[in-house]
């Protein structure tokens, strides 16, 4: 198990996000990494999404990929 950077989420939580200290304490590790934007990227293309996508925006015949 690693060690956790106290100062580094302190200094995230309290200049980065402007949080007073007990709302910086009073926040859960999940809400911390979301307010953070650690779980914030794009899910990953699942089959039905790809689906959903190709049904949406089919191709066109004769037309110039770009």
Do not use: S
């Given at each position: 198990m690693s060690a956790i950077d106290w100062a580094g989420l302190m200094r995230a939580g309290l200049l980065g996000l402007r949080l007073r200290p007990a709302e910086f304490w009073a926040l859960t590790p999940a809400e911390l990494r979301l307010m953070l934007g650690v779980?914030?990227?794009?899910?990953?293309?699942?089959?039905?999404?790809?689906?959903?996508?190709?049904?949406?925006?089919?191709d066109r015949k004769g037309?110039?990929?770009?």
């Open positions: 779980d914030a990227g794009a899910p990953p293309l699942t089959r039905a999404r790809l689906e959903e996508l190709v049904r949406a925006y089919p037309q110039a990929d770009g």
